[in-house]
Nanobody, 125 residues
Framework: VQLQASGGGSVQAGGSLRLSCASS????????ICWFRQAPGKEREFVVG???????????DYADSVKGRFTISRDNAKNTVYLQMNDLKPEDTGVYYC????????????????WGQGTQVTVSS
């Protein structure tokens, strides 16, 4: 099983990036997929999650700091989750990780089965 995060880069404040988390080897549609980030010298924090619910419906959970700016979406046919990040701020800088769990929950209450390797996002002022 693999989770491959990509799409990071360097942008100026106010810019946009789209991250991708591609998976292989798991029944993707049954997994909750979340994005976390870790800034230098700080703990890893929850950003957003696509939470699996019944009948293959998904809810979206966002950290307050990214609401209205970030959007998570998924394409189960491509086994990929996307994170569209708009109006980026310097405080969004960090390594972004995707993680997968079979639980219908997001955030740090959850035990994640798989983690991606991370992709760097740098936002300059």
């Amino acid at each position: 099983v693999q989770l491959q995060a990509s799409g990071g880069g360097s942008v100026q404040a106010g810019g946009s990036l789209r991250l991708s988390c591609a998976s292989s080897g798991l029944t993707f549609s049954r997994y909750t997929i979340c994005w976390f980030r870790q800034a230098p010298g700080k703990e890893r924090e929850f950003v957003v999650g696509s939470r699996w619910s019944s009948r293959l419906t998904y809810s979206r959970d966002y950290a307050d700091s990214v609401k209205g700016r970030f959007t998570i979406s998924r394409d189960n046919a491509k086994n990929t989750v996307y994170l569209q990040m708009n109006d980026l701020k310097p405080e969004d800088t960090g390594v972004y990780y995707c993680a997968a769990t079979l639980q219908s929950a997001t955030g740090w209450r959850v035990k994640y089965d798989y983690w991606g390797q991370g992709t760097q996002v740098t936002v300059s002022s």
